[in-house]
């Protein structure tokens, strides 16, 4: 347990001094009582019990207080919580070598089925959104909760030339945030790229352009979170690490996934055995600084793991949450025992 507010619990102080004065009534009591003949005849009348739960009252009111003061100072803690995550966007590396069959049936094949998998295991509410990366990146399918939709856009992806990480988060942020003006054109293609204006009236308004970001703390967009897949070094496309930079700014998770043999090994399709490995670093780096997390799956089996391990990450999530409203519902519950008991058991309050 944390506090927002620790300078304030010096207040406990206020907790054994009321011991002390407890305890000292109770001495005074005892002098100024009437004097018996014989003082056993009335604690055997009185009973261990009756002796006991005298002090009960007290007791639950003095831990109330306690509560009280404790809520004073804001008390926070680590608790699980159903995720606030509403989106989460797909990005899955489709270059040639995710045809290699050193995950079986091939890696495309288990990829596509451990996706599937994952997605129809979400909640209702939560929204999906697909997006291929190669040479380039594409948006598959745009966020939605039809199921139907998503497995058909999984089944639809095919294979192309390169490996450009960087253009499949930059997409995959771009679909999380339509409206912020991020500029896939120049970004993905460069300067160089090609005229988004072919074919468009000279009188049309453009399209709104990069606007500069406020960063905000990294992980702390709560509403959408991105996993990517891949199996291969970035080839081609932007920088990877300036796409995880942009998401991190953004307060969007990363989280990765590395396909394959991380220290690389020979895979054979169409003929060819070619010699390949993932880029494991760059792929821990980008979750890293997206204050995601990175796994790695050598086998259809472990990827379908990976893929548990995340769903049950956005269905329930550990967060620092103030807890001050449940420490202070305690405290007036045993308040309120303390003096029912007390009316109870002596027909006074405490």
Same mark, same amino acid.
């Given at each position: 347990?944390?506090?927002?507010?620790?300078?304030?619990?010096?207040?406990?102080?206020?907790?054994?001094?009321?011991?002390?004065?407890?305890?000292?009534?109770?001495?005074?009591?005892?002098?100024?009582?009437?004097?018996?003949?014989?003082?056993? *005849?009335?604690?055997?009348?009185?009973?261990?019990?009756?002796?006991?739960?005298?002090?009960?009252?007290?007791?639950?009111?003095?831990?109330? *207080?306690?509560?009280?003061?404790?809520?004073?100072? $804001?008390?926070?803690?680590?608790?699980?919580?159903?995720?606030?995550?509403?989106?989460?966007?797909?990005?899955?590396?489709?270059?040639?070598?995710?045809?290699?069959?050193?995950?079986?049936?091939?890696?495309?094949?288990?990829? &596509?089925?451990?996706?599937?998998?994952?997605?129809?295991? &979400?909640?209702?509410?939560?929204?999906?959104?697909?997006?291929?990366?190669?040479?380039?990146?594409?948006?598959?399918?745009?966020?939605?909760?039809?199921?139907?939709?998503?497995?058909?856009?999984?089944?639809?992806?095919?294979? &192309?030339?390169?490996?450009?990480?960087?253009?499949? *988060?930059?997409?995959? *942020?771009?679909?999380?945030?339509?409206?912020?003006?991020?500029?896939?054109?120049?970004?993905?293609?460069?300067?160089?790229?090609?005229?988004?204006?072919?074919?468009?009236?000279?009188?049309?308004?453009?399209?709104?352009?990069?606007?500069?970001?406020?960063?905000?703390?990294?992980?702390?967009?709560?509403?959408?979170?991105?996993?990517?897949?891949?199996?291969?070094?970035?080839?081609?496309?932007?920088?990877?690490?300036?796409?995880?930079?942009?998401?991190?700014? $953004?307060?969007?998770?990363?989280?990765?996934?590395?396909?394959?043999?991380?220290?690389?090994?020979?895979?054979?399709?169409?003929?060819?055995?070619?010699?390949?490995?993932?880029?494991?670093?760059?792929? $821990?780096?980008?979750?890293?600084?997206?204050?995601?997390?990175?796994?790695?799956?050598?086998?259809?089996?472990?990827?379908?793991?990976?893929?548990?391990?995340?769903?049950?990450?956005?269905?329930?999530?550990?967060?620092?949450?103030?807890?001050?409203?449940?420490?202070?519902?305690?405290?007036?519950?045993?308040?309120?025992?303390?003096?029912?008991?007390?009316?109870?058991?002596?027909?006074?309050?405490?």
């Amino acid at each position: 347990m944390r506090f927002m507010l620790p300078q304030l619990l010096w207040l406990l102080l206020v907790v054994p001094l009321l011991v002390a004065m407890y305890w000292f009534v109770l001495s005074r009591r005892k002098k100024g009582a009437v004097r018996y003949a014989s003082l056993g *005849l009335v604690k055997e009348a009185l009973g261990t019990r009756q002796r006991f739960r005298r002090h009960v009252p007290p007791l639950l009111f003095l831990i109330a *207080l306690t509560l009280i003061l404790l809520a004073v100072s $804001r008390p926070t803690a680590v608790i699980t919580l159903p995720s606030e995550q509403r989106t989460i966007i797909l990005a899955i590396d489709v270059s040639l070598s995710m045809r290699a069959t050193d995950v079986e049936p091939n890696r495309l094949a288990a990829a &596509q089925e451990a996706a599937k998998t994952f997605i129809q295991q &979400q909640p209702p509410d939560v929204r999906v959104g697909i997006v291929s990366f190669a040479g380039t990146a594409l948006l598959v399918q745009s966020p939605t909760q039809n199921r139907d939709d998503l497995i058909a856009a999984i089944d639809r992806l095919e294979l &192309q030339r390169h490996t450009a990480i960087g253009s499949g *988060l930059i997409v995959a *942020l771009a679909t999380v945030f339509p409206d912020a003006g991020i500029d896939l054109e120049s970004m993905i293609f460069g300067a160089g790229g090609r005229d988004s204006r072919r074919g468009v009236a000279i009188d049309q308004p453009k399209k709104a352009e990069k606007r500069d970001v406020a960063p905000v703390p990294p992980g702390s967009y709560a509403s959408a979170a991105i996993i990517l897949l891949s199996d291969g070094r970035r080839t081609t496309g932007p920088d990877p690490l300036d796409a995880a930079k942009m998401a991190a700014d $953004r307060g969007v998770r990363v989280f990765t996934v590395g396909l394959g043999n991380a220290q690389g090994g020979m895979a054979s399709f169409e003929g060819w055995s070619v010699y390949m490995r993932f880029d494991e670093e760059t792929l $821990r780096t980008i979750a890293d600084l997206t204050r995601g997390e990175y796994f790695s799956a050598s086998s259809a089996l472990e990827l379908r793991k990976v893929y548990e391990t995340l769903n049950s990450k956005f269905m329930l999530e550990k967060k620092e949450t103030e807890i001050t409203a449940l420490v202070t519902a305690a405290a007036a519950l045993l308040a309120l025992g303390a003096g029912l008991l007390s009316l109870a058991w002596s027909n006074r309050l405490v």
